[in-house]
């Protein structure tokens, strides 16, 4: 968003300001439509702050007391991609725990907490949401949310291994499902110049959808090599308030409240209190592997390309609210403030992708 005061004219000459039409030559004869990348189409810099946690995310249970607390945190940038895996993991937790139903505590509004409001609702659980913000206000909603489990640390254990695999089989299957019925999720084909390389290291060496080679993606300008492969765009307005809308409807609780220290958690008089707190975690819980990792995101006017495109460490896609131009990722930077030279590089790179 921009900050105060700044008028879209301001923001645009500080981010350079730059014409495209005086940086690109015409487009070669393609099949597929090249994204226009003009200053007239700027719409926004936004900037959000993942949470990145070394060794990979924390689902685990814990005593409180005469309580019981499950940790549901530590996503990197990939709640969206996770949230249905890692909601049926807690309530597997949760079973070990008890096996008829409970009441139980979601702190935190987020992707994660709605998610995981939901499967517990589901299960038949007595289910209350505590949080200081509620959607559009919560970190989720400042998102990219493209289907990507990249970004995000596996954890090196056979069992966190296990662990991941299962989560995403899991999240893929239901994102699947609601592809076919949920507006705010659909499929479409991505151009991925660094697919081998990610898909080795974040899918464990499987794949959910035909990946296929390509010496020359249908793209505008010069060859390029990548591959093409199907998979699911997220948009998180639309989604988090459905998502939201559906847990109140099903009977859960909704209260916005905030906590300062573990002690606090005490006053809450459900038996268990499941943690998705996402950074908020780190200081409640002291947790010093989980760290903020910012990015910003270039919003351009809605444009309806029918692909997404990740390059090098760039990547856009087209969400139905805005054009998505992303790349950044600094970590243990947790400013709210965007940083109008890291939205003129994004910018820029893509481009010069196109030129």
Known sequence: MRS????????????GGLSLAAMMPRWQ????????????RFLRLTVGNRPYRTGGMRLEREALGEKTLLHNYGHGGEGFSLSWGCAQEISRLLQHVTRSSTSVAILGAGVIGLTCARVLRTFGHDVCIYAKALPPETTSNKSGAMWTPAGYATGSTKEAKAQY??????SWSHFEKLANKNRAVRTLPVFDLVADRRWRTTHSGFHFYPITERTNLPLPGRPRHGWEYRSFLIEPPAYLANLLKEVREAGVKVKEKSFSTKDDLAELEETVIVNCLGLGAKEIFGDRRLVPVRGHLVQLEPQPLPYAL???????????DALILGGSWERDVSSP?????????ILENHRRFFS
Request: charged residues 35%; hydrophobic residues 25%.
């Open 4 to 15: 105060p005061g700044v008028t879209r004219r301001q923001m645009l000459q500080r981010m």
């Open 337 to 345: 403030e965007p940083d109008p030279e890291t939205g003129r590089r």
């Open 29 to 40: 004869t393609t099949s597929l439509k090249a994204p226009d990348l003009g200053d007239d």
């Open 310 to 320: 990740a390059f090098e460490s760039s990547y856009l896609f087209p969400r139905k």
């Open 165 to 170: 695999d299962r989560v995403i089989r899991t």
